[in-house]
C-alpha cells in the first residue's frame, strides 16, 4: 500500500485545524481506481462543509470534491485502465497526489483538455447548470444572475448563451468585462441596481439566481420576480426560508440526481470548446490553505485550483 500527501481536517474551526499530512492510499476494490491526481479544484464548500461538522468521530475529514488525473490502479469491475485520464467529482480527499475512489464519479477526459480547467469545472458547473434548469428560462427570455463574475457565474453565463437565454448579471465595477465576456450584459450592484437591470431588460426577467447571498441580491430578486418559485439561490439559504423562495443544496436528492446526469454533458462542452473554465490562480498542493482562504474571501473572480 503506498502514501500520498493529503490534507484533512483534525477540527471544526477553520483552516488552522487543516493538516497535510502522508497517508495510505488504499488499493482499489471491486468498482474502484486510484487516481494520481494532476489538479484539484477548490471550492468555498470545502471549508463549509468542514465547518458544519460537529461529531469527532468523523475527524480526520478529507478535503476536496473534484480532481482531474491519471488512473495507475482499477479494481474488478471498474471500467477503466490504467494510464486513462479522468476528471472526478463528488470525491472525498481530493487534495492529494493520489486517492482512491469510485469508478462512479470518474469520467473520461480527452487528452487535449488541461487538467486544471477539468479539475475546475464540475461543481461550478453543476450548480450553474442546475441553476439555469430550474429556473425555466426558455430562448429568447431573460434571467437575471447575482454574482455573474464568479466561477459559477461564469459557466451559467455560457450554458444560457448555449440555450438562447439572455443574463443580465451583476458584478462589482472592475468586473463588468468580465461577465460581457461571456455573453451577459453586465450591470454594477450598488444603489440602484433594480432601475439598471429594468434598463438592461426592458421586458422583464423571468427568474432571478442568485449566486452572490447578499441582502441586496435578495431585495432586488424579490422586486423583479413575482413567482418566487422562479427566484433560485445556492448562497442565501436563510433568506430563502423567510422569504419562501427556492434555495438548493447540491446534497438534497434531486440536486444530487441532476448534477450526476449533467456531469458528461459539461465534460463534452469542455472538450469540444464551447465551455471555458477561467482559471484565477493556481497553488502547489503545499500551499492548500492559502488558496482555500482566497476562495473563502470572495475575491477569488474565477477558479482556484491545487497543482498537486
Not at 429594468?198 to 447571498?213: H, K, N, Q, S
Not at 435578495?218 to 423562495?245: M, N, W
Request: net charge neutral.
Amino acid at each position: 500500500m503506498s502514501t500520498a500527501a493529503s490534507w484533512t481536517a483534525h477540527g471544526f474551526g477553520g483552516l488552522d485545524d487543516f493538516v497535510c499530512e502522508r497517508r495510505e492510499v488504499p488499493a482499489p476494490g471491486p468498482g474502484e481506481i486510484t487516481v494520481d491526481v494532476r489538479a484539484a479544484g477548490v471550492n468555498p464548500a470545502d471549508l463549509k462543509h468542514v465547518q458544519r461538522g460537529t461529531d469527532p468521530a468523523t475527524l480526520p475529514i478529507p478535503i476536496g470534491y473534484e480532481i482531474a488525473g491519471t488512473v495507475t490502479a482499477a479494481g474488478p469491475g471498474a471500467p477503466f485502465r490504467p494510464g486513462q485520464r479522468v476528471v472526478a467529482f463528488r470525491v472525498h480527499g481530493g487534495y492529494a497526489e493520489a486517492t482512491t475512489i469510485p469508478a462512479a464519479d470518474a469520467i473520461v477526459l480527452p487528452g487535449h483538455v488541461d487538467d486544471a480547467a477539468a479539475a475546475g469545472l464540475l461543481l461550478a458547473g453543476c450548480t450553474a447548470a442546475e441553476l439555469l434548469h430550474r429556473s425555466g428560462a426558455q430562448s429568447g427570455q431573460t434571467v437575471l444572475l447575482h454574482g455573474a463574475s464568479g466561477a459559477v457565474g461564469a459557466a451559467l453565463l455560457q450554458l444560457a448563451r448555449l440555450d438562447g437565454v439572455q443574463v443580465v448579471g451583476t458584478a462589482g465595477p472592475e468586473r463588468q468585462e468580465a461577465v460581457r465576456r461571456f455573453g451577459g450584459i453586465p450591470v454594477p450592484y450598488g444603489p440602484g441596481l433594480s432601475e439598471r437591470v429594468r434598463t438592461a431588460a426592458p421586458d422583464g426577467v423571468v427568474a432571478a439566481l442568485d449566486a452572490a447571498g447578499t441582502a441586496e441580491a435578495t431585495a432586488t430578486s424579490l422586486e423583479l420576480v413575482d413567482d418566487r418559485r422562479r427566484i433560485i439561490t445556492v448562497a442565501a439559504a436563510a433568506a430563502a426560508r423567510e422569504h419562501g423562495f427556492v434555495a438548493l443544496s447540491g446534497g438534497a436528492p434531486g440536486s444530487a440526481a441532476y448534477r450526476d446526469a449533467v456531469r458528461r454533458r459539461l465534460v463534452s462542452l469542455l472538450a469540444d470548446g464551447s465551455l471555458r473554465v477561467p482559471i484565477a490562480r493556481t497553488y502547489p498542493l503545499a500551499e492548500a490553505r492559502e488558496a482555500l482562504n482566497l476562495v473563502a474571501s470572495g475575491r477569488a473572480h474565477g477558479k482556484v485550483v491545487l497543482l498537486p
